[in-house]
């Protein structure tokens, strides 16, 4: 029976998420197939041991002081230790990371999951690194003729030396109302929108706080925010489109997690009676998914409307997100039940994906001779 071990929690602002999308998982992962470990990363950056206990009738992680101590090698175990003594150890075949944003979604445990040389599930370190960086996926998506929302980039040094000359060529360029957006957090964190040159000056000092890069981007005039999930790894499959309907006026931190007001369209109405719209979410998920070479999954959203620059509506990439939400509301589990890839197939699939890539990587030469 192949060991899966579930990687939670994490230095996020996502860290609560984390954990109800890894108790998600394993209630619903086949564990007639699969043994189940866990390891629940503090908000500190901790490596702790998990174990499975029954609540209510159902599964849950919960952290124990043990901590995890990783080695080197394909066949080399993970050690739990306390209080400096290996009481045990466990080979695991497959990680799981469900760590939404900040060391999860940027590279960082996957980067730790290559350097031991074990096979985890979703994508390498440099495509999670590059979707977690909205600035740099904008840049490498418009470079093949993806549309984005126009923006302009600023870094912290340059805000201290050119704030007048940013502020004017944002109010001529990209216009009010606007967003002011961090480049690299999850959830709607950091991202504001501003309708005067005074609440831009305030929200772009404030978001300098998260991060040292920000940029400002154009507003979508009232868009139909859209969702779909994307499978696989270059031989993808594409759900239907579903449509965010956020209960505040864009899906902020406090429409996703907290009035819980914000309601969902599976599938997406309009994109059912358009064939044309419905055909182009697709082809350019798709198309966004290989160009940054995404594997095992991702959940990527758009925006459609009008611009102050584009007046008929028009269809606008806006992130990819590589470890989506799991839990029993999130859209990438339900857009694909939708679309008839179960819950548990769900996971089936993306453990055979990781090993698929895994078993690929390790027949590449390694050196020159």
Not at 19 to 34: F, P, T
Not at 151 to 157: G, L, Q, R, S
């Amino acid at each position: 029976m192949m060991r899966i071990c579930l990687i939670y929690g994490g230095k996020s602002v996502e860290h609560e998420i984390s954990i109800v999308s890894a108790n998600s998982i394993l209630n619903n992962i086949d564990r007639k197939k699969y043994k189940i470990n866990g390891i629940y990363v503090t908000r500190n950056g901790s490596f702790k041991e998990a174990r499975i206990v029954k609540k209510k009738g159902r599964l849950e992680l919960r952290p124990t002081k043990n901590k995890i101590v990783f080695s080197l090698g394909r066949t080399r175990p993970v050690s739990i230790e306390n209080n400096n003594k290996i009481i045990r150890n466990i080979n695991i075949d497959i990680y799981f990371p469900v760590i939404h944003g900040t060391g999860g979604e940027d590279g960082s445990i996957q980067g730790l999951l290559r350097t031991i040389d074990k096979p985890y599930v979703g994508s390498n370190t440099g495509s999670s690194a590059i979707c977690m960086d909205k600035i740099l996926t904008k840049r490498i998506l418009t470079s093949v003729n993806i549309r984005t929302a126009s923006f302009i980039e600023i870094k912290k040094d340059e805000w201290k030396e050119k704030q007048k000359k940013i502020v004017t060529d944002i109010s001529s360029r990209i216009k009010f109302p606007c967003f002011v957006k961090v480049a690299n957090l999850g959830s709607s964190v950091g991202i504001y929108k501003v309708k005067t040159k005074k609440e831009l000056i305030l929200k772009i000092r404030q978001a300098f706080t998260f991060s040292t890069k920000i940029f400002i981007e154009e507003a979508v005039i009232d868009p139909d925010e859209i969702e779909v999930s994307v499978l696989g790894n270059q031989d993808c499959i594409v759900s239907s489109p579903g449509l965010v309907i956020p209960s505040s006026e864009f899906y902020d931190y406090n429409a996703k997690y907290i009035d819980g007001k914000s309601r969902f369209e599976i599938p997406f109405r309009k994109s059912q009676k358009k064939k044309a719209l419905n055909n182009e979410i697709r082809q350019v998920a798709i198309k966004a998914y290989r160009t940054i070479g995404c594997e095992g999954m991702a959940r990527i959203d758009f925006l459609y409307g009008k611009t102050k620059n584009i007046k008929t509506p028009r269809l606008f990439m806006s992130e990819i997100n590589t470890i989506p939400g799991f839990t029993a509301i999130s859209m990438y589990p339900k857009l694909l039940e939708y679309s008839g890839v179960a819950y548990k197939k769900l996971i089936d699939n993306l453990i055979t994906l990781a090993i698929k890539r895994y078993k690929a990587e390790s027949k590449l030469k390694t050196n020159i001779f």
